[in-house]
């Protein structure tokens, strides 16, 4: 699977402007456009699973993850914070790249493995990416990520 | 939303969260990925303090629908109670009031949730 596939632009945000765990996890589950109450849940589910143990990866990447009731099929939403926040990362690094994962409790949970470990793999090559600084539009952030991907 | 509603469906994504930090085979793969999951305390005291915010009524069906199917609300897409597969009354799927009363789907008894399309 690839994540450039699945991945649309308005679920992009190149500038994260949070500077904590919990509002860069609000602005990112608002790229989701879901209804208010779903939105709120949704946070909830989120800040237990960081509280579970960090899903920063290190190299500068988090990619928040959880299944809930709230969302019908596999969301993915990616942010970019240039400052780069603390995110309890396993490196120490600030985290500067985030991939929110979501997915509905009654899918196969393979599923759900695939797209976290497609989102993980591509991750790490785009981080080190020196294009990357350079891209601005979320249509360029696809492009880079499919030139990765090939 | 129902505030009681949304606290069960908090405690619902928890449930699973902790099922899966508990499962070896997804453990696993979680961790070859480089997520940890090691802070269950953690979560078991989200799962109590949520738990403490469901009214007495609501509780004891909530630890019914625990005990009969180890889940306690319900996703309706289309329609279709995704609890037992059961097609929701058009007297309730079609109410104004969806998710903002508390129903139970009335083959199952489970809590519903009409997801957000």
Sequence with gaps: ?150 | MNAQLQVLIALQDILLMIREAKDPTSKRAMGKMGFEMNNLKSLEATKSDLEGQLKPAIRSEYDRARRRYGRIVAPVINSICYGCFVKIPYAIDGADDRNKTLYRCENCGMFLYWVDK
């Excluded at chain 1, 589910?45 to 969302?71: F, K, M």
């Excluded at chain 1, 695939?114 to 600084?133: C, F, M, Y």
């Design chain 1, 1 to 150: 699977m690839k994540l450039s596939e699945t991945i649309s632009p308005k679920r992009i945000n190149l500038n994260l402007s949070a500077t904590t765990r919990n509002g860069i996890l609000e602005e990112l589950v608002g790229l989701l456009q879901l209804k208010p109450p779903a939105r709120k849940a949704l946070l909830k589910t989120l800040q237990a699973r960081e509280e579970l143990g960090s899903t920063a990866v290190g190299n500068g990447i988090a990619i928040p993850h959880c299944r809930s009731l709230v969302v019908g099929e596999v969301l993915v939403a990616v942010g970019r914070s240039s400052r780069g926040i603390s995110f309890r990362a396993p490196d120490k690094k600030r985290v500067r790249l985030f991939f929110l994962i979501v997915a509905p409790p009654l899918g196969d949970p393979g599923d759900y493995l695939i797209t976290l470990g497609s989102v993980a793999q591509a991750a790490r090559p785009l981080a080190e990416d020196k294009r990357l600084k350079a891209v601005t539009t979320p249509q360029q952030f696809i492009h880079l990520l499919e030139e990765i991907e090939e």
